[in-house]
Protein backbone atom coordinates (compact mmCIF):
# COMPACT_ATOMS: atom_id res chain seq x y z
CA UNK A 1 0.00 0.00 0.00
CA UNK A 2 1.17 3.44 -0.57
CA UNK A 3 1.47 6.12 1.79
CA UNK A 4 -1.07 8.08 0.58
CA UNK A 5 -3.53 5.68 0.85
CA UNK A 6 -2.18 3.82 4.10
CA UNK A 7 -2.89 7.89 5.16
CA UNK A 8 -5.95 7.81 3.70
CA UNK A 9 -6.75 4.92 5.36
CA UNK A 10 -5.70 6.07 8.76
CA UNK A 11 -7.88 9.21 8.47
CA UNK A 12 -10.91 7.35 6.89
CA UNK A 13 -10.99 4.98 9.66
CA UNK A 14 -10.08 7.59 12.60
CA UNK A 15 -12.74 9.50 11.28
CA UNK A 16 -15.45 7.20 11.46
CA UNK A 17 -14.25 5.32 15.27
CA UNK A 18 -13.94 9.21 16.71
CA UNK A 19 -17.36 9.62 18.35
CA UNK A 20 -16.60 12.87 19.15
CA UNK A 21 -15.33 14.08 15.52
CA UNK A 22 -18.45 12.45 14.02
CA UNK A 23 -20.81 14.06 16.54
CA UNK A 24 -19.23 17.74 15.63
CA UNK A 25 -19.52 16.63 11.78
CA UNK A 26 -22.93 15.67 12.32
CA UNK A 27 -24.19 18.27 14.53
CA UNK A 28 -22.85 21.13 12.57
CA UNK A 29 -24.62 19.88 9.40
CA UNK A 30 -27.84 19.47 11.56
CA UNK A 31 -27.79 23.38 12.86
CA UNK A 32 -26.68 24.45 9.07
CA UNK A 33 -30.07 22.65 8.06
CA UNK A 34 -31.98 24.38 10.94
CA UNK A 35 -30.64 27.70 9.82
CA UNK A 36 -31.28 27.35 6.34
CA UNK A 37 -35.25 26.69 7.08
CA UNK A 38 -35.28 29.42 9.44
CA UNK A 39 -33.81 31.70 6.59
CA UNK A 40 -37.28 30.28 4.07
CA UNK A 41 -39.69 30.80 7.16
CA UNK A 42 -38.35 34.19 7.27
CA UNK A 43 -38.35 35.52 3.74
CA UNK A 44 -42.34 34.17 4.02
CA UNK A 45 -43.33 36.20 6.67
CA UNK A 46 -40.44 39.22 5.85
CA UNK A 47 -42.66 38.82 2.52
CA UNK A 48 -45.88 39.08 3.96
CA UNK A 49 -45.30 41.70 5.87
CA UNK A 50 -43.85 43.82 2.80
CA UNK A 51 -47.15 43.41 0.83
CA UNK A 52 -49.08 44.10 4.13
CA UNK A 53 -46.70 47.20 4.74
CA UNK A 54 -47.42 48.58 0.86
CA UNK A 55 -50.93 47.14 -0.25
CA UNK A 56 -52.11 49.40 -1.68
CA UNK A 57 -48.84 49.11 -4.47
CA UNK A 58 -49.06 45.06 -4.44
CA UNK A 59 -52.64 45.37 -5.38
CA UNK A 60 -51.48 47.32 -8.43
CA UNK A 61 -48.82 45.29 -9.10
CA UNK A 62 -50.77 42.06 -9.19
CA UNK A 63 -53.30 43.90 -11.05
CA UNK A 64 -50.83 45.18 -13.39
CA UNK A 65 -49.79 41.32 -14.12
CA UNK A 66 -53.27 40.03 -14.20
CA UNK A 67 -54.85 42.39 -16.21
CA UNK A 68 -51.82 41.29 -18.79
CA UNK A 69 -50.96 45.09 -19.67
CA UNK A 70 -48.41 46.23 -21.98
CA UNK A 71 -47.91 42.74 -23.78
CA UNK A 72 -46.31 43.29 -26.88
CA UNK A 73 -44.22 40.36 -27.44
CA UNK A 74 -47.34 37.96 -27.00
CA UNK A 75 -50.39 39.84 -27.96
CA UNK A 76 -52.91 37.35 -27.91
CA UNK A 77 -53.67 35.77 -24.52
CA UNK A 78 -53.87 32.72 -24.00
CA UNK A 79 -56.25 33.42 -20.70
CA UNK A 80 -58.54 36.16 -20.15
CA UNK A 81 -57.18 39.23 -18.11
CA UNK A 82 -58.27 39.54 -15.02
CA UNK A 83 -59.46 43.32 -14.05
CA UNK A 84 -62.03 43.14 -11.50
CA UNK A 85 -60.83 44.61 -8.00
CA UNK A 86 -61.86 41.30 -5.81
CA UNK A 87 -60.35 38.85 -8.02
CA UNK A 88 -57.18 41.09 -8.09
CA UNK A 89 -57.81 41.51 -3.84
CA UNK A 90 -58.46 37.51 -3.78
CA UNK A 91 -55.17 37.07 -5.78
CA UNK A 92 -53.21 38.68 -3.61
CA UNK A 93 -54.97 36.91 -0.15
CA UNK A 94 -54.04 33.77 -2.16
CA UNK A 95 -50.45 34.59 -2.20
CA UNK A 96 -49.77 36.51 1.25
CA UNK A 97 -51.92 33.13 2.91
CA UNK A 98 -49.32 31.23 0.90
CA UNK A 99 -45.94 33.06 1.73
CA UNK A 100 -47.59 33.16 5.42
CA UNK A 101 -47.27 29.49 5.33
CA UNK A 102 -44.10 29.27 3.91
CA UNK A 103 -43.18 31.20 7.40
CA UNK A 104 -45.56 29.38 9.79
CA UNK A 105 -44.36 25.57 8.80
CA UNK A 106 -40.54 26.36 7.97
CA UNK A 107 -40.37 28.20 11.70
CA UNK A 108 -42.30 25.17 13.30
CA UNK A 109 -40.05 22.67 11.22
CA UNK A 110 -37.11 24.37 12.20
CA UNK A 111 -38.85 24.33 16.27
CA UNK A 112 -38.73 20.71 15.75
CA UNK A 113 -34.69 19.98 13.84
CA UNK A 114 -34.16 22.04 16.73
CA UNK A 115 -35.94 20.01 19.59
CA UNK A 116 -34.50 16.68 17.89
CA UNK A 117 -30.52 18.43 16.92
CA UNK A 118 -29.57 15.72 19.49
CA UNK A 119 -30.86 12.77 18.88
CA UNK A 120 -30.21 9.94 16.79
CA UNK A 121 -30.82 9.62 13.02
CA UNK A 122 -33.89 8.28 13.23
CA UNK A 123 -35.34 10.93 15.06
CA UNK A 124 -33.86 13.67 13.39
CA UNK A 125 -35.30 12.85 10.04
CA UNK A 126 -38.89 12.22 11.56
CA UNK A 127 -38.67 15.47 12.60
CA UNK A 128 -38.21 16.99 9.09
CA UNK A 129 -41.71 16.38 8.09
CA UNK A 130 -42.95 20.27 8.88
CA UNK A 131 -39.50 21.87 7.45
CA UNK A 132 -40.20 19.60 4.20
CA UNK A 133 -43.63 20.77 4.15
CA UNK A 134 -42.65 24.64 4.37
CA UNK A 135 -39.90 24.82 1.65
CA UNK A 136 -41.98 22.52 -0.11
CA UNK A 137 -44.96 25.20 0.39
CA UNK A 138 -42.28 28.10 -1.22
CA UNK A 139 -41.78 26.18 -4.07
CA UNK A 140 -45.04 25.98 -4.77
CA UNK A 141 -46.04 29.71 -3.87
CA UNK A 142 -42.82 30.79 -5.76
CA UNK A 143 -42.54 28.45 -8.36
CA UNK A 144 -46.03 27.36 -9.26
CA UNK A 145 -47.49 30.67 -8.45
CA UNK A 146 -45.13 33.21 -10.19
CA UNK A 147 -43.53 31.08 -12.65
CA UNK A 148 -45.81 29.24 -13.94
CA UNK A 149 -49.23 30.91 -13.46
CA UNK A 150 -48.02 34.53 -13.74
CA UNK A 151 -44.97 33.65 -16.18
CA UNK A 152 -46.80 30.88 -17.83
CA UNK A 153 -50.15 31.48 -18.02
CA UNK A 154 -50.50 35.48 -17.63
CA UNK A 155 -47.22 35.80 -19.08
CA UNK A 156 -45.97 37.89 -16.54
CA UNK A 157 -42.19 38.38 -18.07
CA UNK A 158 -43.50 40.64 -21.26
CA UNK A 159 -43.45 43.44 -18.69
CA UNK A 160 -40.83 45.55 -16.64
CA UNK A 161 -43.24 44.54 -13.50
CA UNK A 162 -43.51 41.51 -14.02
CA UNK A 163 -40.10 40.38 -15.18
CA UNK A 164 -39.08 41.50 -11.61
CA UNK A 165 -41.67 39.21 -9.67
CA UNK A 166 -40.96 36.67 -12.09
CA UNK A 167 -37.13 36.56 -11.87
CA UNK A 168 -37.30 36.87 -7.74
CA UNK A 169 -39.97 33.96 -7.41
CA UNK A 170 -37.31 31.96 -9.86
CA UNK A 171 -34.59 33.00 -7.43
CA UNK A 172 -36.73 32.05 -4.45
CA UNK A 173 -38.22 28.79 -5.37
CA UNK A 174 -35.04 27.39 -6.81
CA UNK A 175 -33.30 28.66 -3.52
CA UNK A 176 -36.01 26.79 -1.51
CA UNK A 177 -35.69 23.46 -4.02
CA UNK A 178 -31.69 23.23 -2.87
CA UNK A 179 -33.17 24.11 0.83
CA UNK A 180 -35.51 21.13 1.00
CA UNK A 181 -33.18 18.94 -1.26
CA UNK A 182 -30.07 19.56 1.41
CA UNK A 183 -32.66 18.89 4.60
CA UNK A 184 -34.07 15.79 3.08
CA UNK A 185 -30.89 14.21 2.81
CA UNK A 186 -30.66 11.79 5.49
CA UNK A 187 -28.84 11.90 8.45
CA UNK A 188 -26.79 9.01 9.73
Known sequence: ??????????????????????????????????????????????????????????IGAIGYVLGQTGHEVYSNHIFPPITSPALVTLALLTIVTFEFLVGALSLKGAWDLWKARKADASTFNGAKTFAILGAGTA??????????????????????????????????????????????????
Do not use: H
Request: hydrophobic letters at 50%; glycine letters at 10%.
Open 1 to 58: MSNSSCATATMSSSWNSNPVTWSKKTMSIRILKIILVVFVGLQGWLYVAGNLANWDTA
Open 139 to 188: MVTWFGGFVVVGGALFQMWQTPVGTGSFEGAFIYGAVSALVLLFVNSPDR
